[in-house]
């Protein structure tokens, strides 16, 4: 059974940069894709991006400037940098495994001074 | 990269069958076999109904099926039970690899 654990930090100031990591138990990094979506308060689902095992992104355009995946298979983890944050990146983000049969519990970032 | 466009709401009855569209373009759900569905109860992660158009991931009851004709995806619930009562999400992947959801539809129980 795979389970995808979330950690990182729940407030971020503004302009900071937002850190999360996503460990995966129970299976492989190899041979899937690997999802990052996010949840403001309220409001509907919003993708991020996704990362290959291999290390290949797509990214999200609205977010690409800012946006850094990374994966580190022999940690079983891989995560999200998104920086010069501000309020309106304030969301529960989940991280998933590939189209998301399996999700991370949700990490509610605030953005706030 | 606009969001893919779903009913706001809808409702049924126990027993009943219903269906939430998801229309995109020819870029998206009409260009592609690449379109989810999910499933999310308030304060709960989504859960994943449908992928690629009308598969079912393991564990996700038949009572759930989805479709698309042209630009449109559907999801149709069979069988209408109290606990469906959720959000909906449709996604789908674009032609430069990007994915977009859906606003999310509400769906009641009545």
């Known amino acids: 059974q795979v389970q995808l654990q979330q950690s990182g930090p729940g407030l971020v100031k503004p302009s900071e940069t937002l850190s999360l990591t996503c460990t995966v138990s129970?299976?492989?990094?190899?041979?899937?894709?690997w999802s990052w979506i996010r949840q403001p308060a309220g409001k509907g689902l919003e993708w991020i991006g996704r990362?290959?095992?291999?290390?290949?992104?797509n990214y999200n355009p609205s977010l690409k400037s800012r946006l850094t995946l990374s994966i580190d298979t022999s940690m079983s983890q891989f995560s999200l940098r998104l920086s010069s944050v501000t309020a309106a990146d304030t969301a529960v983000y989940y991280c998933?495994?590939?189209?998301?049969?399996?999700w991370g519990q949700g990490t509610l970032v605030t953005v706030s001074s | 990269q606009s969001a893919l466009t779903q009913p706001a709401s809808v409702s049924g009855s126990p027993g009943q069958s219903i269906t939430i569209s998801c229309t995109g373009t020819?870029?998206?759900?009409?260009?592609?076999?690449?379109v989810s569905w999910y499933q999310q109860h308030p304060g709960k992660a989504p859960k994943l109904l449908i992928y690629?158009?009308?598969k079912w991931p393991s564990g996700v009851s038949n009572r759930f099926s989805g479709s698309k004709s042209g630009n449109t995806a559907s999801l149709t619930i069979s069988g209408l039970q109290a606990e469906d009562e959720a959000d909906y999400y449709c996604?789908?992947?674009?032609?430069?690899?990007?994915?977009?959801f859906g606003g999310g539809t509400k769906l009641t129980v009545l």
């Open positions: 998933a495994r590939s189209e998301g049969d399996e």
């Open positions: 129970g299976g492989s990094l190899s041979k899937n894709y």
């Open positions: 990362i290959f095992s291999s290390g290949s992104t």
């Open positions: 020819s870029s998206d759900v009409g260009g592609y076999n690449y």
């Open positions: 690629n158009v009308n």
């Open positions: 996604s789908a992947y674009t032609g430069s690899s990007t994915k977009l």
